[in-house]
């Protein structure tokens, strides 16, 4: 017999447009994909001469539970460095991709019935990570308007004595706005753990991130090297947590996880140190894409009310197209064979939305775009 937790657990939407497109693709259909929130680039060399490296110094063994500490140490330098914030080696604790790290942190916070605040939309594996503890989702809607950043007035309606934590998210998944300052500010004065997923930092192109521990130590940062560094595959991320949660989470770790892959470790240890023209390289190839990619859609008709600053993403309103953003999403897929993700995926507030991603190249992109042009004219028209 099946649990119930696992029959609750919904699909990730973009991984079944991606299987679709994989099936079209083995039936000989070329199929443009800008479904994916993947980087397209492959890790920097530093990167991967470090893989081969800890493979012939035989780092192949378990790590400390914590992490490696020579990695919690080029964390807490680059906090300091680009945030202008001191943490201790001692607050970070290093996991298998950030996905480790989101469930420790609402692990050490919660007990079950207790309440989790995140924005509609929002990254989709979220309500699941809140699902499976046995916790409750309270959704705060968030609007293109405001370029998808939270009300705080409508966090304080929705704040009840069983409210343990905020989640935010900076650059965002899906629509790749920032979060300002001042919105950042205001949140931190409602005296409420943030876990603030910072994993689109470093992928900026106006303005710049904002760390969290810019502005209260009462939070936890939820990061990795995923997006920044190209190194989806290795499974490499971090939870930088108020001290006093620490052991609970590496006791949780211990049991769970053990410790995150030895050679991933320090492949992330010379990312910091030697991968920063490689990834200021691959952000000018992503603002170009960007600037690329709003462009043609806006050509296209599509009303982007606040353009997107980070990540990836660009997050459409499609309402004056469809009521039903899925079904228009796979025939996109099955007509102009263009991969998108529909923005039902991340939230019952996505409803009417398309995420793309300009996680591909240039010229997939331009395909991309005059496949979905030809498709709008010959439907739409």
């Known amino acids: 017999m099946i649990s119930e937790k696992a029959k609750e657990i919904t699909p990730f939407i ?3 447009v991606l299987e679709k497109a994989a099936g079209m693709e083995q039936n000989g259909i070329n199929v443009i994909h800008l479904e994916v929130g993947e980087p397209d680039f492959d890790v920097p060399a530093c990167v991967s001469g470090a893989v081969q490296n800890a493979f012939t110094e035989k780092r192949t063994h378990y790590t400390h539970s914590l992490g490696d500490p020579e990695l919690r140490e080029e964390i807490a330098k680059r906090y300091r460095l680009e945030y202008g914030v001191n943490i201790s080696p001692s607050q970070i604790l290093v996991t298998s991709g950030s996905s480790p790290a989101i469930l420790l942190a609402l692990g050490v916070l919660c007990n079950p019935g207790d309440e989790v605040i995140l924005s509609d939309p929002g990254y989709a594996c979220y309500s699941n990570f809140i699902r499976f503890l046995e916790l409750k989702a309270v959704k705060v809607q968030v609007y293109e308007e405001d370029g998808f950043q939270y009300r705080p007035e409508e966090i304080v309606k929705r704040i009840t004595p069983r409210t343990r934590a905020i989640i935010i998210n900076s650059p965002m998944n899906p629509t790749g706005n920032l979060l300002s300052p001042d919105v950042m500010k205001q949140m931190v004065e409602l005296d409420i753990p943030v876990l603030s997923d910072e994993i ?26 995923s997006k920044l560094y190209a190194m989806t595959g290795l499974r490499l991320g971090y939870v930088i947590a108020p001290v006093e949660y620490v052991r609970d989470m590496q006791k949780m770790q211990q049991n769970l996880f053990i410790c995150a892959s030895s050679t991933a470790q320090r492949a992330g240890i010379e990312a910091l140190r030697s991968a920063g023209e490689d990834v200021e390289q691959m952000r000018l190839t992503y603002a170009k894409r960007r600037t690329y990619l709003i462009s043609r859609l806006k050509g296209m ?38 991969g998108v993700t529909p923005g039902i995926d991340f939230g019952e507030n996505g409803e009417g939305f398309i995420r793309f991603s300009y996680a591909n190249s240039i010229e997939n992109i331009k395909e991309g775009m005059d496949r979905l042009e030809r498709y709008l004219n010959e439907n739409f028209s």
């Open 301 to 338: 008709g599509f009303d982007i009310k606040v353009e997107p600053t980070g990540a990836f993403y660009v997050f459409v309103n499609v309402k004056h197209l469809t009521n039903d953003c899925y079904q228009f999403a796979f025939d996109i897929l099955e007509k102009a064979h263009v």
């Open 200 to 225: 689109y930092h470093g992928l900026v192109y106006e303005d710049r991130a904002h760390s969290i521990l810019e502005f209260t130590s009462n939070a936890f940062v939820l990061s990795g090297f």
């Open 14 to 16: 973009v991984m079944e």
